[in-house]
Structures are given as C-alpha cells and as structure tokens.
C-alpha cells in the first residue's frame, strides 16, 4: 500500500500559480505512475495528469494542458503539480494517487488509499 499527503494548496487571484507536492511513502514501485485528480463542490473527482516515476510519459486532461506540469522526484519520492495561468474553475481539492499502469491512473474508479488532499482556491 502506497500512502500520500498532498501539500501545497491555498488561495490564489486568476492568472495566479501555484505549486503542489505530493509525498509518496510505503511500497513505492519505480515502474508505476503517479497522479494529480481533483474533485471540485458538487462534481465527481476527475483526473488531472499523470507521470512514471521516471519523468517520463507526462499526461494531461484537455482542461490543463498547457497550464499544468507535473514532475517526479524518485530519489525524493515526491511527486509535483505546477500549476499556472490559474482560473476560477480550478478550484478544487486536489488529490495524488498511484497506479502500474497508464490505464489504471486513468481510471479512478480503480484507485483506492486516497490522502486528505488540499485545497486550491482560485478567485476571480
């Protein structure tokens, strides 16, 4: 079992940044990819991107690309979610995870041991 706490979060004006980090402990595998989703009020949690441990095979949903970049730091077993050009609809409380593969990162109803998560705020 893989356990995380997301850090990072707060309030921040449109067009604003933010950084968020995501500290992964327990059985870590260095094949399996780690992921950034968030669940805004009144909707369902979705994803957000997604990348191997290795740095490599970044992914991103439309709404972030571009805007986003997610990084990993094996060595450091810290994940991270640089968030730029923020809107108001990036509000939500954000979440990592970890899957073994592209499809299963993809797939949060096959995610469990979800962490607190934090709070991002983007006011207009």
């Known amino acids: 079992q893989v356990r995380v706490v997301e850090s990072g979060g707060g309030l921040v004006q449109a067009g604003g940044s933010l950084r968020l980090s995501c500290a992964a402990s327990?059985?870590?595998?260095?094949?399996?990819?780690m992921g950034w989703f968030r669940q805004a009020p009144g909707k369902e949690r979705e994803f957000v991107a997604a990348?191997?441990?290795?740095?490599?095979?970044?992914l991103y949903s439309n709404s972030v690309k571009g805007r986003f970049t997610i990084s990993s730091d094996f060595a450091a077993n810290t994940v991270y979610l640089q968030m730029n050009s923020l809107l108001p609809e990036d509000t939500a409380v954000y979440y990592c995870?970890?899957?073994?593969?592209?499809?299963?990162?993809?797939?949060?109803?096959?995610?469990?041991?979800w962490g607190q998560g934090t709070q991002v705020t983007v006011s207009s």
């Open positions: 995870n970890t899957a073994a593969t592209i499809p299963s990162i993809r797939d949060i109803r096959a995610l469990h041991f």
């Open positions: 327990g059985r870590i595998v260095s094949s399996d990819f």
């Open positions: 990348i191997h441990w290795s740095g490599s095979s970044p």
